[in-house]
């Protein structure tokens, strides 16, 4: 096991002005779980092959433990991948997939055959060594995949969205499995995903990255509760936060037929509009003249919650005028009480619960 550093590492492939990944920082403790998350070509695939030495490194330096690695080859890292569509040999068992990189690294037969039945066995894929990849489930063949990495006894785990080819509810079960595992073994991982309720509910902590550039590295929590910038705030979150762009007036901004209080420190740091957001869980139904109106164009019914698809005139405005930047306004509502798609509702933020940003650079302006 091992600490893991990005110390400013920057990669620009060939042909491009724009780096791919530009001057990463991040330090990832012993035994951490740390997940990058972000949309495509955000460079978090390419943060992680320089990490395994899969990538070249154009400027900074990464460590693995006291050893700068940055210069290093694969093979001289100790770190085990496990990769998107799982990598296995067909014409092997998976007995045999499971001990190929020790058979090269030239481990005794008998150390091999341990280490495979140790690693099986946390698997749960004892009756299936030896079958060959073609007679297994995704499911299973993602566990081979990983069993290959921990026989290795790695100091750091690399996963390239090792879930994304199985179903939705194999994705659920198997990252708890691999939560579990990772907390278990305590070796450091560092895992890369596109999706952002994978990365919430797995890391210890989340990096967040857009445009090869850095947004927040935090806890799952902390980035919920207080994400740095917009880009943070639309992106975390299952639906996404509501992000408005409000007027600023005396002793706060116009929300609707409401007046939202804000200290005056932050609006002294805020220009004549800000740009609110507030999550669909924390709003709630105001009286007729208050609060934002709300057109309800869908009603998406959960059981013992509902979710509530709206428009603001200003998103109908937008919708009309063909602006694609124009989304829904969402609220999560009782689910045995929603209102009828069509009508009209106003809601309010509970108090305590609003985002505020700069309008003009993103950042986060509220305490």
């Given at each position: 096991?091992?600490?893991?550093?990005?110390?400013?590492?920057?990669?620009?492939?060939?042909?491009?002005?724009?780096?791919?990944?530009?001057?990463?920082?991040?330090?990832?403790?012993?035994?951490?779980?740390?997940?990058?998350?972000?949309?495509?070509?955000?460079?978090?695939?390419?943060?992680?092959?320089?990490?395994?030495?899969?990538?070249?490194?154009?400027?900074?330096?990464?460590?693995?433990?006291?050893?700068?690695?940055?210069?290093?080859?694969?093979?001289?890292?100790?770190?085990?991948?496990?990769?998107?569509?799982?990598?296995?040999?067909?014409?092997?068992?998976?007995?045999?997939?499971?001990?190929?990189?020790?058979?090269?690294?030239?481990?005794?037969?008998?150390?091999?055959?341990?280490?495979?039945?140790?690693?099986?066995?946390?698997?749960?894929?004892?009756?299936?060594?030896?079958?060959?990849?073609?007679?297994?489930?995704?499911?299973?063949?993602?566990?081979?995949?990983?069993?290959?990495?921990?026989?290795?006894?790695?100091?750091?785990?690399?996963?390239?969205?090792?879930?994304?080819n199985l179903d939705?509810?194999?994705?659920?079960?198997?990252?708890?499995?691999?939560?579990?595992?990772?907390?278990?073994?305590?070796?450091?991982?560092?895992?890369?995903?596109?999706?952002?309720?994978?990365?919430?509910?797995?890391?210890?902590?989340?990096?967040?990255?857009?445009?090869?550039?850095?947004?927040?590295?935090?806890?799952?929590?902390?980035?919920?509760?207080?994400?740095?910038?917009?880009?943070?705030?639309?992106?975390?979150?299952?639906?996404?936060?509501?992000?408005?762009?409000?007027?600023?007036?005396?002793?706060?901004?116009?929300?609707?037929?409401?007046?939202?209080?804000?200290?005056?420190?932050?609006?002294?740091?805020?220009?004549?509009?800000?740009?609110?957001?507030?999550?669909?869980?924390?709003?709630?139904?105001?009286?007729?003249?208050?609060?934002?109106?709300?057109?309800?164009?869908?009603?998406?019914?959960?059981?013992?919650?509902?979710?509530?698809?709206?428009?603001?005139?200003?998103?109908?405005?937008?919708?009309?005028?063909?602006?694609?930047?124009?989304?829904?306004?969402?609220?999560?509502?009782?689910?045995?009480?929603?209102?009828?798609?069509g009508s009209v509702?106003?809601?309010a933020p509970k108090?305590?619960?609003?985002?505020?940003?700069?309008?003009?650079?993103?950042?986060?302006?509220?305490?």
């Amino acid at each position: 096991m091992a600490t893991v550093k990005f110390d400013n590492a920057s990669r620009i492939y060939p042909g491009n002005d724009t780096p791919s990944v530009d001057k990463l920082n991040i330090d990832i403790a012993d035994g951490e779980f740390l997940v990058l998350v972000g949309p495509s070509g955000c460079g978090k695939s390419t943060s992680l092959r320089m990490l395994a030495g899969l990538e070249e490194v154009n400027g900074g330096d990464i460590w693995i433990g006291d050893r700068n690695v940055t210069d290093l080859s694969p093979k001289d890292r100790d770190v085990a991948m496990v990769f998107q569509n799982y990598a296995l040999y067909p014409h092997m068992s998976v007995a045999d997939n499971m001990g190929f990189a020790l058979k090269i690294a030239g481990v005794s037969k008998d150390e091999i055959a341990k280490r495979v039945k140790e690693a099986a066995k946390i698997l749960d894929l004892e009756p299936y060594l030896e079958r060959k990849p073609k007679a297994l489930s995704g499911g299973q063949r993602q566990r081979v995949a990983m069993g290959r990495a921990i026989v290795r006894s790695p100091q750091v785990f690399l996963m390239d969205e090792p879930l994304s080819n199985l179903d939705a509810k194999l994705r659920v079960q198997t990252r708890t499995q691999i939560a579990s595992l990772q907390r278990r073994l305590g070796v450091t991982t560092v895992y890369v995903t596109h999706d952002q309720v994978e990365a919430m509910t797995m890391g210890d902590r989340v990096a967040v990255l857009k445009d090869g550039l850095l947004q927040q590295c935090d806890t799952p929590r902390r980035m919920y509760d207080h994400p740095r910038n917009v880009f943070v705030a639309g992106f975390i979150g299952s639906p996404a936060m509501n992000l408005l762009e409000l007027e600023v007036t005396d002793g706060g901004v116009k929300f609707g037929n409401a007046v939202l209080p804000i200290s005056r420190t932050d609006l002294a740091k805020a220009g004549r509009t800000v740009t609110v957001g507030v999550r669909p869980e924390d709003l709630v139904l105001a009286d007729s003249g208050s609060g934002l109106p709300i057109t309800v164009d869908v009603v998406e019914e959960l059981g013992a919650d509902a979710y509530i698809y709206g428009s603001t005139k200003e998103h109908q405005v937008a919708t009309e005028g063909d602006n694609e930047l124009a989304k829904p306004f969402i609220a999560r509502v009782d689910g045995r009480q929603p209102p009828e798609k069509g009508s009209v509702i106003n809601l309010a933020p509970k108090e305590g619960h609003l985002h505020v940003f700069n309008t003009e650079n993103g950042e986060r302006i509220s305490t």
